[in-house]
């Protein structure tokens, strides 16, 4: 079988299934953010652009909270997306709230300038070569997979992400909860005059997408550098995924994320000079044969 | 009435004309006798440490050490952000030169901006000084006469930095390569030195840039190559990233080493003492290597963003600032600003002086000349104070560090 898959493609097995493996890490990073864009998407009809700012933010209150007040990995897991979802119900309530009644393109344009004001200030106030942050002691080392070597901290990602998304899937999908906000986005009127306060429930959403991403942001601080730009680099390949996913799909963007990562993991092996172009390329063809996305309700 | 309203009109017309023209005029007089300086480099993108605000701290030093405004010669500094793209490069020079009367661009990095931005200052024969950009092609089959190449290049970091991995038995190599001007020029020039020294370079990988963060995957090529080294033609958030990377993925823990074919003391900064110990590099410049140095860096560091030390780049920039304005002293503020060609020549003709760099020169293909300094990261328990990274190896003489003059293809040379 091995020999079979090396004569085929022309590469060594073992690195296939590395790459194959890399492939999925990055796609878990994929999944979790594209997944706070579809849920705020969903929800508030809102292109979310400040995302990216967001996930950078959550990664330097992490090292904020280390440095500052010597508070670790395992807390900043729970502190910081707290803090930035906390942010987020700040501007949504000040700012976006303004915005529902308009075109889609006034939130985009909004929460873009959003975006870039945050990560001006932290370039200002912290440079662009970015701060260290070390892998918590917990989960440093590797395990030799005899076809690579896989640290430690990279399965934890892939496992936290997985459970994360599976858990807000359910959320959504299967609890009151979840109900009401999926009747909220059909018809808010009808919901609020079932005594819901729906004004409340999506500022609470906008304010959970935003944790989500910052919660990406604090596991993304121990293997990229945590600099301003963290959240630029990651972000368009992100809104690609949520569009080839299908906008507003939760499983979509969940399932797109990972498999992209996969097929972006490929292309650095066979052409690595195309891995930034590749998922566009693939976004290019879905909106051409699906124009609402893989999983998405035309 | 009415005349005599008209006439008060006029009279007050031709006074209040009168009036403007004059501080108009000495504007014109004090823009004989100003000097214009362009800083142009990433403001905003993962070179921003290396060069950006501090860059820009560093010129202004220079003008401050000359003590221009006791001569009556005023220089303006302004200001660009090129984001590391070529066309946003070329569009604010021209708009420099020729709508704001910009006499010189200094610092400029990124290679294929760079190389873009040496054409247009070549063209309007104005002054081109490059510091923060990297390929030898400057002072090689891109070579100018209004251009002169200051801090480093991709010849000088291969053969110091290269060489001593090479020395050291890595003979077999893998590239992880930022797939522009920049990288490829490195690669080449690190590979022709492993190569003449009987070495290997067992493959290479291409990044796009910019905009990789991940770099797992071609640490994981470059282990399934075997390779004895793995050669970072990369810089700033890229090189941060490759070598966070690394250690993470355990490269070093099987005996192969990585070359940080080009670090800066920002980037040793951001990964800390604890991953980057033990890793060598090469600059032409290190705060803390003699009095001089530390004496600029007091000078320089209540002005540097974030309480960064200047690095090699930042430092090139106030040095070549500094050698400029030295040689428009001697032609003349109005000469100068006439015929960059002239001011370039000149500055060839006079020797290099400054607190940062010490003696050096210039070459006919506009290379500046300078030692090279081999260097070593410290551990976090040899490391005395914050910012004390390096232990200095060794050092090449200004005279080896860089290409024989000779072999770079300089059209310059032949005539």
């Known amino acids: ?298 | 009435m009415p005349a005599v309203n008209r006439r008060s009109v006029l009279a007050a017309g031709a006074t209040g004309a009168a009036w403007g023209a004059l501080p108009y005029r000495s504007a014109r007089a004090q823009a004989a006798n100003t000097v214009k300086i362009g800083v142009l480099n990433d403001q905003s993108g993962l070179y921003r440490d290396v060069n950006g605000p501090g860059s820009v701290a560093c010129v202004r030093q220079a003008i401050a050490d000359l003590g221009l405004a006791a001569r009556g010669i005023n220089v303006d500094v302004v200001v660009g952000d090129h984001q590391n793209r070529p066309d946003v490069g070329v569009n604010i020079s021209r708009q420099w030169i020729d709508r704001d009367g910009v006499d010189m661009i200094i610092d400029v990095p990124t290679s294929s901006v760079a190389l873009a931005v040496n054409t247009v200052v070549r063209e309007k024969n104005k002054v081109f000084i490059n510091s923060s950009g990297a390929t030898s092609d400057l002072t090689g089959s891109a070579c100018s006469p209004n251009t002169v190449h200051w801090t480093y290049d991709t010849y000088m970091l291969a053969k110091s930095t290269g060489g001593a991995m090479v020395r050291a038995g890595g003979d077999t190599w893998f590239f992880i390569t930022a797939d522009y001007a920049f990288g490829h020029a490195l690669e080449r020039d690190t590979g022709n030195f492993v190569r003449a020294a009987g070495g290997r370079v067992l493959g290479a990988v291409r990044t796009p840039f910019p905009g990789t963060t991940d770099f797992s995957s071609f640490l994981v090529q470059a282990q399934a190559s075997r390779a004895k080294v793995i050669g970072l033609a990369n810089a700033g958030g890229d090189t941060i990233n490759s070598i966070k990377q690394a250690a993470e993925f355990g490269v070093t823990r099987r005996g192969v080493k990585l070359a940080a074919l080009l670090m800066f003391i920002s980037d040793v900064h951001s990964l800390g003492l604890q991953t980057a110990q033990g890793l060598v590099c090469t600059e032409t410049f290190y705060w803390d290597l003699n009095e001089g140095t530390r004496a600029f860096t007091a000078r320089v560091l209540p002005n540097m963003p974030q309480g960064l030390r200047p690095g090699m780049a930042q430092a090139g920039c106030y040095s070549g600032t500094m050698h400029y304005l030295k040689a428009v002293m001697e032609m003349g503020v109005p000469a100068a600003k006439a015929d960059g060609t002239a001011t370039v020549t000149r500055m060839k003709a006079m020797p290099t002086q400054d607190d940062a760099f010490g003696a050096g020169s210039i070459r006919v293909d506009g290379r500046r000349l300078c030692p090279a300094y081999l260097l070593e990261v410290k551990t976090p328990a040899e490391s005395r104070g914050p910012w004390d990274y390096y232990k200095l190896l060794q050092t090449t003489a200004a005279d080896e560090a860089f290409r024989p003059l000779a072999e770079g293809g300089c059209s310059l040379v032949r005539s």
């Open chain 1, 1 to 298: 079988m091995l020999d079979f898959i090396e004569n085929l493609l022309g590469i060594p097995a073992p690195l296939l299934f590395g790459q194959l493996l890399l492939g999925l890490i990055n796609g878990a990073f994929y999944a979790m953010l594209s997944l706070g864009l579809a849920v705020i998407f969903g929800l508030l009809n809102i292109i979310n652009f400040t995302h990216g700012a967001q996930f950078m933010m959550g990664a330097f209150v992490a090292w904020m909270l280390l440095a500052w007040g010597g508070l670790g990995y395992w807390w900043a897991l729970l502190i910081a997306p707290l803090i930035v979802g906390a942010t987020g119900v700040v501007i949504e309530r000040l700012m976006i709230s303004r915005l529902y009644k308009l075109d889609h393109l006034y939130g985009l344009l909004l929460t873009f300038g959003i975006g870039l004001m945050i990560e001006g200030v932290f370039r200002n106030e912290f440079g662009s070569s970015g701060l260290p942050y070390r892998i918590p002691a917990e989960l440093s080392g590797a395990w030799d997979l005899g076809f690579m070597f896989m640290p430690v901290y990279r399965g934890w990602v892939v496992v936290f992400s997985l459970v994360i998304c599976l858990a807000t899937w359910i959320v959504i999908e299967k609890t009151r909860l979840g109900a009401y906000l999926r009747a909220a986005t059909e018809n808010a009127a009808l919901v609020q005059a079932f005594g819901v306060n729906v004004p409340r429930m999506i500022t609470l959403t906008y304010g959970a997408g935003v944790a989500l991403a910052a919660l990406a942001g604090v596991l993304a601080a121990p293997i990229y550098s945590v600099n301003p730009q963290m959240g630029t680099n990651l972000i368009i390949v992100v809104f690609a995924v949520v569009v080839i996913g299908g906008m507003g799909s939760i499983l979509g963007s969940v399932i797109t994320g990972f498999g992209l990562g996969i097929i972006e993991g490929l292309t650095k092996v066979f052409w690595p000079e195309a891995s930034a172009t590749v998922i566009f390329v693939i976004m290019a063809i879905v909106l051409l044969a699906r124009p609402a996305g893989l999983f998405g309700r035309a």
